[in-house]
């Protein structure tokens, strides 16, 4: 595997990753709470 | 976070509406005023269930309907909503040849709704099995999860190096709700659409 593709496959990794933390985020706090995190990316790009 | 299963075809879920649920919302409303059965597939689905990425387009299936109640509903709502790639006249026909047609708001192009008649098996299924999804007063009917998490790992199938939004939207999906679904109904999803090998990757504990 090329260093190219070690990075890329390391970034999908990552995503997986975040995916988990998302996730547990989204159980651990109230639907206010994650909501507001959605909803500012979401809302910076849909008026 | 508080997602209620109230029974096989209805979830409660809470949320803040966020301008995309608004945009979803306003439009299906629309629909189901004229009485057009519809379900919502895809990207959308991820994204109403706290998924942090946006979308162009909201795929929608919609039932068999003729030609003049696609015209009465493209004339009811131009004043607010355009057709992008063809004239309201020659939507049925694409819809007809299962090519979809585009709706956004007027003057606008982005995001908008991909709107196909429902006519492969999977469709079918998708839109006889919708779920309600009810936020607050509001509701929208989904893809059955099960087969959406199946759909979406079938489509990305074939981008194995670079990055794979649709099994990050499968695994969103899977482990948020993987305590409430059927999971034989799922593998049963993936084997039909010959993706077990993928599956098994990704939804490690489905398999154990």
Same mark, same amino acid.
């Given at each position: 595997m090329n260093e190219l593709e070690k990075t890329m496959k390391r970034n999908n990794e990552d995503r997986m990753v975040f995916i988990d933390f998302w996730i547990d985020f989204m159980r651990n706090n109230s639907n206010e709470i994650w909501s507001i995190e959605q909803n500012r990316l979401i809302n910076s790009l849909v008026k | 976070m508080e997602i209620k299963f109230?029974?096989?075809h209805n979830i409660r879920l809470d949320k803040e509406l966020n301008n995309l649920d608004r945009f979803v919302i306003d439009f299906t409303n629309l629909l189901e005023r004229h009485k057009i059965n519809y379900v919502i597939v895809s990207g959308y689905v991820p994204i109403l269930f706290g998924r942090t990425r946006a979308t162009e387009d909201i795929d929608v299936f919609i039932e068999r309907i003729n030609e003049s109640k696609i015209e009465n509903f493209l004339k009811t709502v131009e004043g607010k909503y355009q057709v992008l790639n063809t004239s309201s006249d020659k939507a049925f026909q694409m819809l007809k040849e299962d090519v979809a047609i585009r709706i956004s708001r #007027?003057?606008? +192009?982005?995001?908008n709704f991909e709107i196909k008649f429902a006519k492969t098996k999977f469709g079918e299924y998708a839109l006889k099995n919708r779920l309600k999804i009810v936020i607050g007063d509001e509701h929208v009917f989904i893809s059955p999860i099960e087969l959406q998490i199946a759909f979406k790992i079938y489509l990305g #199938?074939?981008? +194995?190096?670079?990055?794979n939004k649709d099994v990050e939207d499968a695994y969103h999906i899977y482990k948020l709700l993987r305590e409430k679904l059927n999971k034989d109904e799922l593998k049963k999803f993936i084997k039909e659409l010959e993706v077990e090998h993928i599956a098994r990757k990704i939804l490690v504990d489905l398999y154990e």
């Open positions: - | 109230i029974d096989k #007027k003057n606008e +192009i982005l995001p #199938k074939g981008d +194995i190096s670079g990055r």
